[in-house]
C-alpha cells in the first residue's frame, strides 16, 4: 500500500540551529507533495508544495523543501529556526489519479529559546 | 472570517450516543474531506467527497458515516459512539481544477471529541 514515512517523530533544536525533516513515500507514479505545518492549538496550514518544475520549492516563513525524485524523498529544510518555529509538521502525498492524500505521522519540533 | 467552519469545537459524549459533526465551506470547493487526527499516527482519511452525489470511503470509516448536503456541507456522523473514537477531527476542501492540476487542501479549526 502507498505511504508516507517521517522519521523524525520529536525533533528538539535550538534558537539558530538549522533544520531537515525527512519525508519518504511509496508510491512510483506522479506525485504532488505538501507540507503543512500545524502550530499548537491551530489547524493545519500549507507551508509549501510541488507539483512540477524545479524540485527545489521555496515557501513561507523561510522553508524550503527538495523533491529528489529517484529517493522518493521531499524533505523539508529551514536553514534557521525560531522559536515560533515551534509545532508539528506533516508531509503529505497526493498520487495522481487517486485523488487522495495521504498524509505522514507527523513530526513534532520544539525549538528552544 | 474563516473559509472552512466546523461546528462544534469541543464535544464529549457517551458511549453509545450518536452524534454529528457539521463543516461549511465559503471557499466554493467541490470536493471536501474528513480526517481524523490521533497522536502518533498523524491524519488518516474516513470519508471524502467529489461533489454531492460522490461520496467515498477512506481508510477508516468503519463506525461513521457522513451526508454532503451542499456543495458547500459535508457533515459527519457517528452512529453509537465508542471510546476509541476520541480524537480531533479535521474536515478539509479543496479544488478539482482539472486533470493535471491539483491544490491544496484547506482545513477547518478541528473538532475535538471524547466519547466517555
Known amino acids: 500500500a502507498q505511504s508516507v514515512s517521517q522519521h523524525n517523530h520529536h525533533v528538539i533544536l535550538s534558537e539558530a540551529a538549522s533544520l531537515e525533516l525527512g519525508c519518504n513515500y511509496s508510491?512510483?507514479?506522479?506525485?504532488?507533495l505538501f507540507w503543512y505545518v500545524q502550530y499548537p492549538g491551530q489547524h493545519l496550514q500549507l507551508l509549501l508544495k510541488?507539483?512540477?518544475?524545479?524540485?527545489l520549492v521555496k515557501g513561507i516563513k523561510g522553508f524550503e523543501a527538495e523533491f529528489i525524485k529517484s529517493k522518493f524523498s521531499f524533505n523539508l529544510r529551514k536553514p534557521s529556526v525560531q522559536w515560533s518555529d515551534t509545532a508539528e509538521y506533516f508531509c503529505?502525498?497526493?498520487?495522481?489519479?487517486?485523488?487522495?492524500?495521504?498524509f505522514g505521522t507527523g513530526t513534532r519540533l520544539k525549538v528552544l529559546a | 472570517d474563516a473559509d472552512v467552519t466546523q461546528t462544534p469545537r469541543n464535544r464529549i459524549t457517551k458511549t453509545g450516543k450518536r452524534i454529528m459533526l457539521e463543516c461549511s465551506q465559503t471557499?466554493?470547493?467541490?470536493?471536501m474531506y474528513w480526517y481524523r487526527q490521533d497522536p502518533g499516527l498523524g491524519l488518516r482519511l474516513i470519508y471524502y467527497s467529489f461533489d454531492v452525489k460522490d461520496i467515498n470511503k477512506g481508510e477508516i470509516s468503519d463506525g461513521y458515516s457522513v451526508s454532503r448536503q451542499a456543495q458547500a456541507k459535508f457533515s459527519l456522523s457517528l452512529e453509537s459512539a465508542i471510546p476509541n473514537q476520541t480524537a480531533l477531527y479535521f474536515c478539509?476542501?479543496?479544488?478539482?481544477?482539472?486533470?493535471?492540476?491539483?491544490?491544496?487542501?484547506?482545513f477547518g479549526p478541528g473538532t475535538r471529541l471524547t466519547v466517555l
Open positions: 478539509a476542501t479543496s479544488h478539482s481544477s482539472g486533470t493535471l492540476s491539483y491544490n491544496e487542501q484547506f
Open positions: 471557499k466554493g470547493h467541490d470536493r
Open positions: 503529505a502525498v497526493l498520487m495522481g489519479g487517486t485523488y487522495k492524500y495521504i
Open positions: 508510491y512510483g507514479g506522479t506525485v504532488n
Open positions: 510541488y507539483f512540477s518544475g524545479d524540485p
